[in-house]
């Protein structure tokens, strides 16, 4: 079955460091991949979307990769402030781009 | 403003009382789902909907009904709620297409309690 696997234990980083999330899947072949921000008691917030001809993408301090070969995304936040904060949530998506599923998620936390 | 609303935001109910949990949004979006979310299991998915008339299952339908009768609805039904089911519930909605992905944009959350 699809398994989707993020980095199960909370990653805590300084403030101004890179933080780098990662996110890997097997008995699957995603053309899209999302990344998704959320806060405690709060709906998911959409960050970036990568297809799987796209081998990374930038947007300001967020940057993703997407490795089709060995079935992961990367994904990173340059010069990490406190504010960066939450839970993040990857979702590969098949071609069809239909039924979903999401990354248990990675708590980040980025301290002063 | 564009937004996914859901009503009630807290409902705590009996074993076995039918409930409806709406879900409304308006920026004209073909595509809405629902997902439960509970600790140590993430997010999963209930049902979607790619269009009007149109609803599939995704991976935990088991106990739960929807329909989208209206473009901007898709409520979901819960026939004979048990505890098992209480959890946070998220409706979503975006403007993917079958042959193309596009964001979610999700409510604000239903947290919902069956004794």
């Known amino acids: 079955s699809q398994k989707i696997e993020q980095n199960s234990e909370a990653l805590n980083i300084q403030e101004g460091k890179t933080a780098t999330l990662t996110c890997n899947y097997t008995?699957?072949?995603?053309?899209?991949l999302q990344w998704y921000r959320q806060d405690p008691g709060r709906g998911p917030v959409f960050l970036l979307l990568?297809?799987?001809?796209?081998k990374e993408k930038r947007k300001e301090r967020l940057k993703v990769t997407f490795d089709t070969t060995l079935k992961q995304s990367l994904f990173h936040i340059t010069a990490s402030q406190p504010a960066d904060s939450a839970t993040y949530l990857c979702?590969?998506?098949?071609?069809?781009?239909?039924?979903?599923?999401f990354g248990s998620g990675t708590r980040l936390s980025i301290r002063p | 403003e564009a937004q996914v609303t859901q009503n009630p935001r807290y409902l705590i109910t009996v074993t076995g009382k039918k409930l409806t949990v709406t879900c409304s949004q308006n920026?004209?979006?073909?595509?809405m789902s629902w997902y439960r979310q509970d600790p140590g299991l993430g997010l999963r998915q209930i049902y979607y909907?790619?269009?009007?008339?149109?609803?599939d299952k995704g991976d935990v339908p088991e106990g739960y009904k929807v329909s989208r009768k209206e473009k901007r609805n898709f409520p979901l039904i819960l026939e004979s709620p048990s505890p098992n089911q209480t959890s946070l519930y998220f409706c979503?909605?975006?403007?993917?297409?079958?042959?193309?992905?596009?964001?979610?944009?999700f409510g604000p959350g239903t947290r919902l309690t069956v004794t």
């Open positions: 979503a909605s975006s403007m993917t297409t079958g042959t193309q992905a596009r964001e979610q944009y």
């Open positions: 008995n699957y072949s995603p053309a899209y």
């Open positions: 990568i297809r799987e001809n796209e």
């Open positions: 979702a590969p998506l098949g071609s069809s781009a239909s039924k979903i599923i």
């Open positions: 920026m004209n979006h073909e595509y």
């Open positions: 909907s790619m269009n009007v008339e149109v609803t």
